[in-house]
């Protein structure tokens, strides 16, 4: 696996995701907000915290994205907190490879976030252009700089607790590829833990295919440990498209989580080489100590990894 800069120009050379028709979401777009200074233009994500919205903005028509909490009668307060703790979250984030925040706003009833607007490539549609050593030496760089954002993160005492394929965003900057960690909506300061009010010590939070087995015994549970396991088990996808633990159709999700078991990468992409595999395994172990010791040991281990091969 090759150190080179993520600058091939094929990278981008397919058609991205066609946008939805106007008459297909102009229902989610009526009897919007006013944002003060912004046009909302489409919807670029949906989710339990609320929509995401590309928006231009007034003065100069620069694009950015606004995540809207609508504050309708069905909204709680507890969603009302989690969303006023992402942007307390971030904040404190300022780096090259975490979507940078920009302002935290009240709309009447709404609460909004304005975040940097990213033309985000999914991952498969990159990949479809690339052979099968290629996939896998993108696939490492692109990992690797998500660890970069989350030692930073770590370093701030900020868990993400979300991460997964589509919390990383992919962008095209002048034939390059660059690597953003997106979406801080759970993310949580594991140094205090248990004092912030908004969440309850049994609660499960996260994505269940990325989720590690600690976190079944509740929130308090997680820490970089289990960061650690969701960006092995996002890297087990992306070169194996499926992730580690497969819930079947009707299948309970908590059982197999607690099942744990994991097939060996290589079993499904043969052409990964053991060292790498065997990275990925390490942090998808089931006890947090069997993991890397901290992420930046888990980044210095992928680096020493990619220097030997």
């Not at 309970?252 to 990468?265: A, C, F, M, V």
């Not at 990925?280 to 890397?292: K, S, V, Y």
Request: charge should be neutral; aromatic fraction near 8%; proline fraction near 7%.
């Amino acid at each position: 696996m090759s150190q080179e800069p993520l600058s091939p120009t094929s990278l981008f050379s397919a058609a991205t995701e066609p946008l939805l028709r106007f008459d297909e979401i102009a229902g989610e777009l009526s009897d919007l907000p006013n944002i003060p200074n912004y046009k909302l233009e489409k919807i670029i994500g949906r989710g339990g915290f609320g929509r995401v919205f590309r928006a231009s903005r007034d003065s100069d028509n620069k694009l950015f994205a606004i995540k809207l909490l609508r504050g309708n009668s069905t909204l709680g307060t507890d969603l009302r907190q989690r969303f006023l703790r992402e942007a307390t979250v971030l904040c404190q984030l300022e780096h090259p490879r975490i979507v940078s925040f920009r302002e935290l706003g009240i709309a009447g009833n709404d609460l909004y976030i304005v975040m940097d607007y990213v033309d985000s490539i999914p991952w498969r549609i990159i990949c479809q252009t690339l052979s099968p050593p290629k996939r896998i030496s993108v696939a490492v760089q692109i990992v690797d700089h998500c660890l970069e954002a989350l030692v930073y993160a770590h370093s701030k005492g900020i868990v993400h607790r979300d991460i997964k394929p589509s919390n990383i965003l992919l962008e095209n900057r002048a034939g390059k590829l660059h690597v953003w960690l997106a979406d801080f909506g759970l993310a949580k300061n594991y140094l205090q833990a248990g004092h912030s009010g908004v969440t309850s010590d049994n609660e499960v939070a996260g994505t269940l295919s990325y989720l590690a087995p600690e976190l079944l015994q509740g929130i308090k549970f997680f820490k970089p440990a289990s960061d650690q396991y969701s960006l092995a088990a996002t890297l087990y996808e992306m070169l194996s498209g499926q992730p580690p633990i497969v819930i079947p159709p009707g299948g309970n999700p908590l059982l197999e989580i607690r099942r744990h078991r994991i097939t060996p990468i290589q079993e499904l992409a043969p052409a990964i080489p053991s060292r790498l595999s065997d990275w990925i395994h390490c942090g998808l172990a089931t006890a947090p100590a069997d993991r890397f010791e901290s992420m930046q040991n888990m980044r210095d281990s992928l680096n020493q990894l990619r220097t030997k091969t």
